[in-house]
T-cell receptor, first 113, second 106 residues
Framework: DAMVIQNPRYQVTQFGKPVTLSCSQT?????MYWYQQKSSQAPKLLFH???????NEADTPDNFQSRRPNTSFCFLDIRSPGLGDAAMYLC????????????FGPGTRLTVT | AQRVTQPEKLLSVFKGAPVELKCNYS??????LFWYVQYSRQRLQLLLR??SRESIKGFTADLNKGETSFHLKKPFAQEEDSAMYYC????????FGSGTQLTVLP
């Protein structure tokens, strides 16, 4: 089954300790997105890649970075996690920019202790 | 500025009753609006989009530009409709509302 996979599903990190979340896709989609979703809030777009082009949202903190080494994989790096970064992180893909349908992974729940 | 508002965090209805999940948006142009759904232990997925004017799983949503609304409706709710529903507005990218948890009671 073609799909979007996120590992790990649950991640615990310490305050200030760098952490990396990963996303992979077998859909061969050009666009990959990272969203942050805090409890009872809307998913909030952090950034997206269209192929190798990185697009950062204006209000995404510098603490958040992303890498896309190839079409299939995309990583979210949090350089110095704070307590406020505890959230569900969702990866999504779409065939092209402007495509209305996004395909979501199951998410990684990040806890910061 | 909040672009998409879903005023109800929680909504409960009985099986067979009509259900309406409210969504209001703020955008002066021609909006592209969608409903996404997340069933328990499943991933977020597209339910329907306004431009297709389709009915999916018995749900419909009509864009009302005068009221800037895109409410999701179903005449007879089923227990399997219990889920989290997100309204989304596509500008440059998707902007989601904060969601409504629908519970359909037996």
């Amino acid at each position: 089954d073609a799909m979007v996979i996120q590992n790990p599903r649950y991640q615990v990190t310490q305050f200030g300790k760098p952490v990396t979340l990963s996303c992979s896709q077998t859909l061969n989609h050009n666009v990959m997105y990272w969203y942050q979703q805090k409890s009872s809030q809307a998913p909030k777009l952090l950034f997206h890649y269209y192929d190798k082009d990185f697009n950062n949202e204006a209000d995404t903190p510098d603490n958040f970075q992303s890498r896309r080494p190839n079409t299939s994989f995309c990583f979210l790096d949090i350089r110095s996690p704070g307590l406020g970064d505890a959230a569900m992180y969702l990866c999504a893909t779409s065939p092209h920019e402007g495509t209305y349908e996004q395909y979501f992974g199951p998410g990684t729940r990040l806890t910061v202790t | 500025a909040q672009r998409v508002t879903q005023p109800e965090k929680l909504l409960s209805v009985f099986k067979g009753a009509p259900v309406e999940l409210k969504c209001n948006y703020s955008y002066s142009g021609s909006p592209e609006l969608f409903w996404y759904v997340q069933y328990s232990r499943q991933r977020l997925q597209l339910l329907l989009r306004h431009i297709s004017r389709e009915s999916i799983k018995g749900f419909t949503a009509d864009l009302n530009k005068g009221e800037t609304s895109f409410h999701l409706k179903k005449p007879f709710a089923q227990e399997e409709d219990s889920a989290m529903y997100y309204c989304a507005l596509k500008l440059r990218q998707l902007t989601f509302g904060s969601g409504t948890q629908l519970t359909v009671l037996p």
